[in-house]
């Protein structure tokens, strides 16, 4: 366990300590709490938004947001198919069904094109979603301003899924903040983490309001116990909220260092034949949460599964890229909108791609040794040419 190399690692500062020991020190061991209250306000923030509620986890806050938009049993909601299913999952417990909407090949996030032919299509049939779940994925912010512009259109609300790209930017502005409502993700292998948590974000401060009352069981303000509405255990304790704020201070340092990460691999990698990374647009800043290449099965004769094969071999961790959902047995019922008719983006970069060990605290040693094992791997693979 000691010297895996692993995906993505929890990294820690130096102030976690402290807030946590606040909390123990005063007793605030329990949910809510000052660190809760100071860690929503340091995050809404950071973030641009209104305001924050901090809850138990990233999935937790999309359950939330679906239901302040009024997601019902029976409605659509567009999501994108490239991403974790936790992104979607909320939408079943809502008991609504999902359309899935592919990749663009520049962004690897949302596209607009397939996005756009889903709206017309569901306009006709009279099946409009209540809403659309978007993903900014691997740490890169999606294309927010043409996909804004059609879901304004059909005046259809975005939940942004910023669960992986905490830190990154979208035309000067916090990726997360663009959407009517925004969600975070602090799980264990996110950018920062608080061992488990996420996050709800927006300029509506009612909506978040409304969200804080559900994720404390809906309990009504009265002496004896007072139920109305179906409510959640959905809120973070503030010993976490502690280590969150302590994580927070230190964001900015965990996006460079992964940034460096990136540029290294990039630096040696980049000149292999057939070997490419997703790409990163010029209209923000990604975090390079995880680096994420492409192998061209017409020049390399290894497919990312034998590769991850060998690399365990050697202890080091690499994954697939997200499995797309509408491949998933889960949602094998649910429609799929292709970047273009017939064209499928999303299935080319799963049976390509590959994710590099990315932690903000791998050391240099040990990014050399995935370096060295990645680069005799793909060399042998390679077809001979006669
Ligand atoms: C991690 C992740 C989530 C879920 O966050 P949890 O805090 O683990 O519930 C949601 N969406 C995406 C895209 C994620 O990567």
């Known amino acids: 366990m000691s010297n895996k190399i692993h995906l993505s690692a929890p990294h820690l500062g130096e102030y976690e300590r402290t807030f946590v020991e606040e909390a123990f020190s005063t007793n605030w061991v329990a949910p809510l709490g000052p660190n809760v209250d100071a860690f929503e306000k340091e995050l809404a923030q950071y973030s641009g938004a209104a305001g924050a509620v901090v809850l138990s986890s990233g999935t937790a806050a999309i359950h939330l947001a679906l239901r302040l938009l009024d997601v019902q049993p029976g409605d659509y909601v567009f999501c994108s198919t490239l991403t ?4 979607a999952n909320p939408i079943l417990y809502q008991g609504a069904n999902p359309v899935f909407i592919d990749s663009e090949p520049e962004t690897w996030n949302m596209s607009p094109l ?3 032919r889903a709206f017309a299509e569901a306009k006709r049939s009279e099946k409009l979603p209540k809403a659309v779940i978007v993903v900014n994925l691997y740490g890169q912010s999606a294309d927010m301003d ?7 259109h059909y005046q259809v609300p975005v939940i942004e899924d910023a669960a992986e790209s905490l830190g990154a930017t979208y035309k000067e502005k916090q990726s997360g903040a663009m959407g009517k409502l925004g969600i975070y993700s602090f799980n264990g292998n996110k950018i920062i983490t608080t061992s488990g948590g996420g996050a709800l974000i927006s300029d509506d401060l009612d909506a978040l309001d409304k969200a804080r009352f559900w994720s404390t069981q809906a309990r009504e303000p009265a002496k004896h116990y007072q139920h109305q509405e179906q409510g959640y255990n959905y809120r973070m304790s503030n010993v976490l909220a502690g280590i969150g704020r302590g994580q927070l201070r230190v964001l900015g340092d965990r996006v460079d260092a992964r940034r460096k990460v990136f540029q290294s691999y990039v630096e040696r990698l980049a000149k292999i034949e057939g070997v490419e990374f997703m790409p990163e647009a010029s209209y923000g800043k990604a975090t390079r949460w995880l680096t994420a290449m492409t192998i061209d099965p017409t020049i390399h004769a290894i497919s990312p ?3 991850i094969d060998k690399l365990e071999l050697q202890n080091i961790e690499t994954r697939p890229v997200w499995k797309p959902l509408h491949l998933q047995p889960l949602f094998k019922n649910c429609e ?22 990315s932690g903000s605290n791998l050391s240099e040693d040990e990014q050399e040794k995935v370096l060295i094992n990645l680069e005799s791997v793909l060399q042998s693979g390679k077809f001979i040419l006669e």
């Open 305 to 307: 599964y034998e590769i």
């Open 146 to 152: 043409p996909i804004m512009e059609i879901c304004n």
């Open 84 to 87: 974790f299913v936790a992104s």
């Open 114 to 116: 397939a996005l756009e």
């Open 336 to 357: 799929y909108y292709p970047h273009i008719e017939h064209e499928s983006i999303s299935d080319t970069l799963f049976a390509r791609g590959l994710c590099l060990p």
